[in-house]
């Protein structure tokens, strides 16, 4: 046994501090990013925030929506090709998700989809031998194409997913709003510090990463953005959308106002809708939470950008691109 004893850092730990600055507006602040992926040579181009692929989150109808601000979708895994030819989604903002083991669904899709080039790997624990050799065969049967793959928390395992064939890595373990891995587990990795130290190793490769999880407010955006993340992962800031909902459960929220359920992708609500129950080997590491009706995510989507085109204005960064190197974090307490 070990003990790291260096402070890892969350969001709450700290706050971005102010400086001088030429800009004039918030207007002036540019949030579009592009970035030239480390093995296909691929250009993806947008404003870098994802839809998480959950089944409450990164929906279709959560695609349609964020196309038109030119943010992304990681649509979520359990779609059925049909489900995704019909929709005629947007592939120049959608990820497409798929599990370990999908290597033939990932072709299939692949092909019936022209455009498509975003393939999303989704594991819950990203440190297996078994998904590094995953990622090498979806490379080599996809040369060209985008893959984010996680998730991890440390820079080695960042490093080694990248190696494996990887152009972003997920990076987070145990900081999501639904999430229970840390308080079933004893797992995790402090999320602000792990963005830090893996982004610091993915552009190392040249490389990205996307840090998954744990914000809670625009704010929270902005320091992910602030610590290196080239692209941020939203679940719970996104859930409880128009766009997230079914239509009957949209029809049941507009007719009596409240709540709606937002729930982990390992919680037993999901094991039981997708895998038959919770297997006998292992214990649900999500939660069920409640969440308000927000009305469409438009509106949300003004709020995060807003947030985030003000964080840079505060520190005179005019592009997203350059927020990273002009901030400085201030430890609180
Ligand atoms: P949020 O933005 O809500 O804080 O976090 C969203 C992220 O939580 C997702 O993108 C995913 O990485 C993670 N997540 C989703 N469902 C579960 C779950 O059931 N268990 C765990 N451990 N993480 C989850």
């Given at each position: 046994m070990r003990i790291e004893s260096e402070p890892k850092l969350d969001f709450d730990d700290v706050l971005i501090r102010p400086k001088r600055s030429r800009l004039k507006s918030r207007g002036d602040v540019d949030l579009r990013r592009t970035f030239k992926t480390p093995h296909g040579k691929v250009e993806i181009t947008g404003v870098p925030i994802i839809a998480a692929n959950m089944d409450t989150v990164g929906t279709l109808k959560m695609a349609a929506a964020l196309a038109g601000h030119g943010i992304f979708t990681s649509l979520h895994k359990h779609y059925k090709i049909e489900e995704l030819v019909a929709a005629k989604v947007s592939t120049d903002y959608s990820f497409i998700t798929f599990g370990i083991e999908d290597l033939k669904k990932i072709d299939a899709v692949m092909e019936a989809l022209p455009g498509a080039n975003k393939i999303c790997l989704d594991v819950a624990n990203g440190y297996t031998e078994h998904f590094l050799d995953f990622i090498r065969e979806v490379r080599a049967h996809h040369p060209q194409k985008i893959i984010m793959a996680g998730n991890v928390a440390t820079p080695d395992m960042t490093e080694a997913l990248i190696l494996a064939g990887a152009d972003i890595v997920k990076v987070g373990i145990g900081p999501g709003s639904a999430c229970m891995t840390r308080a079933m587990t004893g797992i995790g990795y402090p999320q602000l510090s792990a963005i830090i130290e893996c982004a610091d190793a993915a552009h190392g490769l040249s490389g990205f990463i996307c840090a998954d999880g744990g914000c809670k407010m625009p704010g929270d955006v902005s320091k992910a953005f602030a610590a290196g993340a080239d692209f941020v992962m939203l679940g719970g800031m996104l859930a409880g959308h128009t766009e997230s909902l079914t239509d009957e459960q949209l029809q049941a929220v507009k007719d009596t106002g409240g709540q709606v359920e937002y729930y982990g992708m390992s919680s037993k609500v999901a094991m039981d809708r997708?895998?038959?129950?919770?297997?006998?080997h292992r214990a649900s590491e999500g939660r069920v939470v409640k969440v308000e009706y927000?009305?469409?995510v438009k509106n949300s989507v003004q709020d995060i950008l807003g947030g985030v085109r003000s964080a840079c204005t505060y520190v005179g960064a005019g592009r997203l691109k350059e927020f990273s190197k002009r901030a400085t974090f201030v430890i609180k307490k």
């Open positions: 997708y895998s038959g129950g919770v297997a006998a927000k009305g469409d």
